[in-house]
């Protein structure tokens, strides 16, 4: 199994710049994050989706949108890029069968400029 | 929302020596503990977690206590290897709140040979 896979690996935006950070599980996973990590901060939760068909913000949603595809996709969107959204961006993603620990995908780094 | 505070923020081991990492955590509510490793370049792995049900909870040289009164728990790596040096992350959720995580800031651990 791939687990968590996250596309792409590396991008770099220049201010005002939209994109969409796709992520795909195939655990059969109902819950979906997406988390962003900067230095000395840990990691910090942008948007979840608890199950197909809802979405709910985290705790830094502003200047992201997110789309729960179907069960396996989750992508996060980012419609005006900022220097201050340069991050490493993780999706992950739980269920009952993992006792609600997460999987992690290995991560998108953004550079907006 | 729940905050969980993380210490030491770096620490450095002699190889076959212990290290341990605490966290506190402020909703009383929390339930959920897990221990995550992140290694260069990749996403945080699953490592180890405790239910608020259980006190401590073992895994090979890894362990991790809880402290529900105190609200505090803490992760401890015995005959450290060169391979454990990584950052560590803590976490707490709740099974009310969609399990949704809230993590500690980090802890940079170098084993020195």
């Known amino acids: 199994n791939a687990g968590v896979t996250q596309t792409p690996k590396f991008q770099v935006l220049k201010t005002g710049q939209s994109m969409t950070l796709q992520c795909a599980q195939d655990?059969?996973?109902?819950?979906m994050y997406w988390y962003r990590q900067d230095p000395g901060m840990g990691l910090r939760l942008i948007y979840y989706?608890?199950?197909?068909?809802?979405?709910d913000k985290g705790e830094v949603p502003n200047g992201y949108n997110v789309s729960r595809l179907n069960k396996r996709e989750f992508s996060l969107r980012l419609e005006s890029a900022a220097p201050s959204q340069t991050s490493v961006y993780f999706c992950?993603?739980?269920?009952?069968?993992?006792?609600?620990?997460?999987?992690f995908g290995s991560g998108t780094r953004l550079t907006v400029v | 929302g729940e905050n969980v505070e993380q210490h030491p923020s770096t620490l450095s081991v002699q190889e076959g020596d212990s290290a341990v990492i605490k966290c506190t955590y402020s909703d009383s509510a929390s339930n959920y503990f897990p221990w995550y490793k992140q290694e260069l370049g990749k996403g945080p792995q699953l490592i180890i977690d405790i239910r608020s049900n259980v006190g401590e909870k073992k895994d090979q040289r890894i362990a991790v206590t809880l402290n529900k009164t105190a609200k505090h728990f803490s992760l401890h790596i015995t005959e450290t290897q060169p391979e454990d040096s990584a950052v560590y992350f803590c976490a707490a959720s709740r099974s009310s709140n969609d399990y949704k995580l809230s993590f500690g800031a980090g802890t940079t651990v170098t084993v020195r040979a």
């Open positions: 989706s608890a199950s197909e068909g809802t979405t």
């Open positions: 655990m059969n996973h109902n819950s």
């Open positions: 992950a993603s739980s269920g009952r069968d993992s006792g609600y620990g997460y999987t």
